[in-house]
């Protein structure tokens, strides 16, 4: 391949907004990208024949049959567009020879959607909100609490964690944080471990990665632990949770509500319209149904710059990653 000759990368489940940057991008990377809205699957695996390196969307599962498809068909990279892993499955990727690396994209975008979750369920925003738009404007039967009032647990404190926990310091409120790697940052949080930190909090916030290890980190045992009254916010994974177990103690009315922009389950319902069709999963249609759980799906990440970042740096890793293989010269 020459020095004037572009890359051919598959991209596979682009919306129409990133199918735009990658138009815009490739070019000056020197890569021609075939596009297309569908998942990646074993059906579609010939799409990238020709391509070393594929990106592929974290909205549905990569099931072994069509990782070992994209092998027969020469792919030796997949990059996701996200920072979660729990689509796909690594350690067997590695084992037909296939590399998986996730993207880096700017963590401010579910930092700021952390924040405001926390605050609108601190403020009963929903049920605010709904009385609203039917033109009833009477104060709410529930008073709000403020931030500095209350004691927040962080639990992960990766580059995400990391950013909440600067926001949260511009509110004076008391931080804990739980990390299996604590950073070393006096004065920004205490960092204690998973069950103190529930137990003393007012409010927990998820920025863990979902992994066996971490799968129903939040099980019926460790809710239970948890203060009379306090809120869940979770912008990690659906899996971190054990939604029947969460939803059993927000019905109890001991807990005083969660917000969730990620649900075990919302798979083939989040991103997709389901207003004529009969919903599945029966734990979102019972959270939905409650006043004190807030619910969204999977947006916390969808910023200008948050895409700008993904988009990109899928491309670039693509490129390293044949650049280390030396199949492409410099």
């Given at each position: 391949m020459t020095h004037s000759e572009k890359a051919h990368i598959?991209?596979?489940?682009?919306?129409?907004?990133?199918?735009?940057?990658?138009?815009?991008?490739?070019?000056?990377?020197?890569?021609?990208?075939v596009i297309t809205d569908a998942p990646v699957s074993e059906a579609n695996s010939e799409l990238a024949l020709g391509?070393?390196?594929?990106?592929?969307?974290?909205?549905?599962?990569?099931?072994?049959?069509?990782?070992?498809?994209?092998?027969r068909v020469g792919v030796g990279y997949i990059s996701t567009r996200s920072i979660g892993y729990n689509h796909i499955d690594v350690e067997y990727a590695d084992s037909i020879g296939i590399v998986v690396e996730n993207v880096s994209y700017s963590p401010d975008s579910v930092a700021d959607y952390t924040l405001m979750l926390m605050l609108m369920v601190l403020r009963d925003a929903k049920a605010i909100v709904r009385r609203t738009d039917m033109h009833d404007y009477r104060l709410s039967e529930v008073r709000g609490k403020e931030l500095r009032d209350?004691?927040?647990?962080?639990?992960g404190t990766g580059r995400i964690g990391t950013a909440v926990l600067d926001r949260l310091?511009?509110?004076?409120?008391?931080?804990?944080?739980?990390?299996?790697?604590?950073?070393?940052?006096p004065g920004v949080a205490e960092y204690v471990p998973l069950d103190e930190l529930?137990?003393?909090?007012?409010?927990?916030?998820?920025?863990?990665p979902l992994t066996t290890a971490t799968h129903h980190l939040l099980d019926q045992q460790r809710l239970a632990r948890m203060k009379d009254g306090a809120l869940v916010i979770n912008t990690?994974?659906?899996?971190?949770?054990?939604?029947?177990?969460?939803?059993?103690?927000?019905?109890?009315?001991?807990?005083?509500?969660?917000?969730?922009?990620?649900?075990?389950g919302e798979e083939g319902i989040f991103y997709a319209d389901?207003?004529?069709?009969?919903?599945?999963?029966?734990?979102?249609?019972?959270?939905?149904?409650?006043?004190?759980?807030?619910?969204?799906?999977?947006?916390?990440?969808?910023?200008?710059?948050?895409?700008?970042?993904?988009?990109?740096?899928?491309?670039?890793?693509?490129?390293?990653?044949?650049?280390?293989?030396?199949?492409?010269?410099?």
């Amino acid at each position: 391949m020459t020095h004037s000759e572009k890359a051919h990368i598959a991209v596979y489940g682009c919306g129409p907004d990133e199918a735009v940057l990658f138009r815009e991008l490739a070019p000056g990377l020197g890569v021609q990208p075939v596009i297309t809205d569908a998942p990646v699957s074993e059906a579609n695996s010939e799409l990238a024949l020709g391509s070393r390196c594929v990106s592929i969307s974290h909205k549905t599962p990569v099931t072994h049959a069509t990782l070992r498809a994209l092998g027969r068909v020469g792919v030796g990279y997949i990059s996701t567009r996200s920072i979660g892993y729990n689509h796909i499955d690594v350690e067997y990727a590695d084992s037909i020879g296939i590399v998986v690396e996730n993207v880096s994209y700017s963590p401010d975008s579910v930092a700021d959607y952390t924040l405001m979750l926390m605050l609108m369920v601190l403020r009963d925003a929903k049920a605010i909100v709904r009385r609203t738009d039917m033109h009833d404007y009477r104060l709410s039967e529930v008073r709000g609490k403020e931030l500095r009032d209350l004691t927040v647990g962080v639990v992960g404190t990766g580059r995400i964690g990391t950013a909440v926990l600067d926001r949260l310091r511009g509110f004076g409120c008391r931080v804990l944080a739980h990390d299996n790697h604590p950073a070393d940052r006096p004065g920004v949080a205490e960092y204690v471990p998973l069950d103190e930190l529930l137990r003393r909090s007012d409010v927990v916030t998820l920025h863990a990665p979902l992994t066996t290890a971490t799968h129903h980190l939040l099980d019926q045992q460790r809710l239970a632990r948890m203060k009379d009254g306090a809120l869940v916010i979770n912008t990690g994974r659906g899996g971190l949770i054990d939604t029947e177990a969460l939803v059993h103690e927000l019905e109890s009315g001991r807990l005083g509500g969660a917000a969730l922009d990620v649900v075990e389950g919302e798979e083939g319902i989040f991103y997709a319209d389901c207003r004529d069709r009969p919903m599945e999963s029966k734990a979102l249609l019972r959270l939905q149904e409650l006043p004190n759980a807030l619910i969204t799906p999977h947006t916390a990440y969808y910023t200008d710059h948050a895409l700008r970042d993904t988009v990109e740096n899928s491309l670039t890793n693509c490129l390293t990653f044949r650049k280390q293989e030396s199949a492409w010269p410099d």
